[in-house]
């Protein structure tokens, strides 16, 4: 792989961003697209009030609500596991295992939002990701302060102290932007209204095992 160009946040823990490869980007939406009426929906393994939800590739040990399969080729997976690498690279963990838990797209229609939530796999720490995949033209109206628009909006919530510290952070969303961040952050998404066009998402959970006492001191 390329070297990789990203930028980070810090909220008490980081937030990379990083730009999918278009390859990448096109392969997902195609694979989305073309396979949408068979793909497995996701509703009862997520939060969303959103109605469209569906799974390219789950590997879980209960297969209650999901059975196991996989939509996506390897080009993609290893993607996936070469980013989540980075990340607790970047961020100086060491000694850890990963294992890609799940993937799934949210295809947002106006009126519909993704309340404030945290993630899990099989384990509890891990990593949580948004890729944007297709966005609106429109967002439609803001009835009050529309200085700072929230419509259809990603906003990630976290938890450092301090005064001069960053509590939350609502990044510019662009078409193959893709964003890192531990299992316990909060995120939302905000509705949007005024238009029949839709905003997708692709999310991916990775489990992290590792000795957190190991990791504690800073590097």
């Known amino acids: 792989m ?19 490869p278009l390859d990448i980007f096109t392969t997902i939406n195609k694979i989305y697209e073309d396979k949408y009426k068979i793909l497995y929906p996701a509703n009862r393994q997520l939060v969303g009030k959103i109605e469209n939800e569906h799974s390219l590739f789950y ?21 996936f596991m070469a980013i989540f690498k980075h990340y607790l690279n970047w961020n100086k963990i060491k000694d850890y295992d990963l294992h890609l838990n799940s993937v799934w797209v949210n295809e947002m229609k106006q009126n519909e939002y993704n309340p404030a939530h945290v ?51 609502q990044p510019p969303m662009d078409l193959r932007d893709f964003y890192i961040f531990p299992y316990d952050m909060r995120h939302v998404v905000y509705p949007f209204n005024g238009t029949e066009e839709t905003r997708r998402t692709l999310a991916a959970n990775c489990d992290v095992q590792f000795d957190p006492i190991k990791n504690r001191g800073a590097a």
């Not at 990203?6 to 730009?19: A, D, T």
């Not at 993630?119 to 009835?143: A, D, W």
């Not at 976290?158 to 952070?169: E, H, T, V």
């Open 2 to 20: 390329k070297p990789l160009n990203f930028n980070f946040v810090f909220l008490g823990q980081s937030i990379l961003k990083y730009q999918v």
């Open 59 to 79: 590997n879980g040990e209960d297969e209650s609500k999901m059975k196991n399969h996989n939509m996506l080729p390897l080009i993609v997976t290893d993607y």
């Open 119 to 169: 993630h899990r796999g099989m384990l509890f720490t891990g990593l949580s990701s948004v890729m944007i995949l297709k966005l609106p033209s429109t967002y439609g109206k803001e009835y009050s302060a529309a200085q700072t628009p929230q419509n259809g909006r990603l906003q990630i919530l976290g938890a450092a102290n301090g005064q001069f510290a960053k509590i939350d952070y």
